[in-house]
């Protein structure tokens, strides 16, 4: 079981800028699920969706794993023959924690998608032909000058029939939109229990770190990486989950 997210519940915390060390990975998953509106139901929907576009014989990335969650919908949900799950993160406590909480879902389910865990960083990651990639919460952590080379390069390997699964965090150009997305998202975290400190301090630390891009933004860039059709499947306040096909 994970501990609660207290991380930034102290006035003075030790963490400027936000970074995935080993405290965060202590509390993640708690986080991610009272930070994100709408993460469990696109973690679970993730592995139904890859479901309709791996092909057999093929690889299934999950870039910027985290502790797996993604790769583990991946693993329950597809039912293609020979297909094996890829998951890469560069931060060497999440991989860790990663491959742990792997072996024990392997001891406790049969019939799971085989998976090979690797400490690596996707912007410097040479990518075999894959039908599916899930970038789940990770392309906002990049730095937006490498975030097109990096999706011309998941076009590239993508096989026929192939998906990229995409979910950000978004940033609205329209003032008002941004301004009204951002308290409900600010009251989603305070009704999960976030104080307003803790709000206030996380935000400070993810400013010059999570780089939110609008809609259009991603649109525009994935139709430039090569990508033909963008659909956008899930939205909650400002993170959406977009589909994007080669
Ligand atoms: N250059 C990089 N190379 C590899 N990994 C990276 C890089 N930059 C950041 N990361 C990794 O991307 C992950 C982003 S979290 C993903 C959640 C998961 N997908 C989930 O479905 O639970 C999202 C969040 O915390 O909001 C972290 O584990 C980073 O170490
Ligand atoms: O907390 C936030 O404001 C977020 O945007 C989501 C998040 C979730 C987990 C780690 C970093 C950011």
Redesign the pocket.
């Known amino acids: 079981m994970s501990e609660s997210d207290r991380l930034f519940s102290q006035p003075d915390h030790p963490m400027r800028d ?1 970074v995935f060390n080993e405290d965060v990975v202590r509390v993640f998953p708690d ?2 699920k009272r ?2 509106p709408g993460y469990p139901a696109i973690v679970e929907n993730l592995g139904v969706l890859a479901n309709q576009f791996a092909q057999p014989n093929s690889v299934l990335y999950d870039l910027g794993c985290s502790l797996g969650a993604s790769s583990q919908a991946l693993r329950r949900h597809v039912k293609q023959d020979n297909c094996r799950v890829l998951a890469v993160d560069n931060s060497p406590a999440m991989i860790e924690r990663c491959r742990q909480y792997m072996s024990q879902q392997d001891s406790l389910f049969q019939e799971l998608l085989p998976i090979e865990v690797l400490e690596a960083d996707i912007t410097q990651l040479a990518f075999q032909p894959a039908s599916v990639v899930a970038l789940n919460f990770t392309l906002q952590f990049i730095a937006p000058e490498q975030r097109l080379d990096l999706l011309s390069r998941i076009r590239q390997a993508l096989v026929p029939g192939g998906a990229l699964l995409l979910s950000e ?1 978004l940033r609205f150009s329209d003032e008002a939109e941004q301004h009204l997305l951002t308290d409900l998202h600010i009251a989603f975290k305070r009704a999960n229990g976030y104080s307003e400190l803790e709000i206030a301090q ?2 400070n630390a ?1 400013e010059k770190v ?1 780089l939110p891009d609008t809609l259009e933004e991603h649109r525009k860039r994935l139709l430039k990486a090569g990508f033909s059709q963008v659909v956008v499947w899930f939205q909650c306040l400002n993170f959406a989950s977009l589909v994007a096909l080669p």
């Open positions: 936000f986080m991610i930070s994100v965090k996380k935000r993810l999570l």
